[in-house]
């Protein structure tokens, strides 16, 4: 099992900037993909960004690319998510999720593990 907890989220002013980090802990695997999907309510969850644990390379929604950054700390086992210019259609909850293979999926359905969320609010 893999547990992740997200943190980070919270209350900012359009053209602000959050950083969300995502800690993993549990079992670990050889080669691992970790993403961040949101979802709002009413809505399909939708992924917004993803990084291969080994080796770094990226994968981004066109939504947010230019604005968000993903990032990993390897020693500390933690996945960020720095989010810049943010506008109000970036309000939603935001999650983590990891799969145990490399592939950077944009599907939800090919995670295998999740946070709880954190919420992210961008006032206009």
């Known amino acids: 099992q893999v547990q992740l907890v997200e943190s980070g989220g919270g209350l900012v002013q359009a053209g602000g900037s959050l950083r969300l980090s995502c800690a993993a802990s549990?079992?670990?695997?050889?080669?691992?993909?970790m993403g961040w999907f949101r979802q709002v309510p009413g809505k399909e969850r939708e992924f917004v960004a993803a990084i291969k644990w080994s080796g770094g390379s990226t994968s981004y929604a066109d939504s947010v690319k230019g604005r968000f950054t993903i990032s990993r700390d390897n020693a500390k086992n933690t996945m960020y998510l720095q989010m810049n210019s943010l506008k109000p259609e970036d309000t939603a909850l935001y999650y983590c999720a990891a799969r145990g293979g490399p592939v950077l999926f944009t599907s939800p359905e090919k995670y295998d593990y999740w946070g709880q969320g954190t919420q992210v609010t961008v006032s206009s």
């Open positions: 549990g079992r670990t695997f050889s080669s691992v993909a």
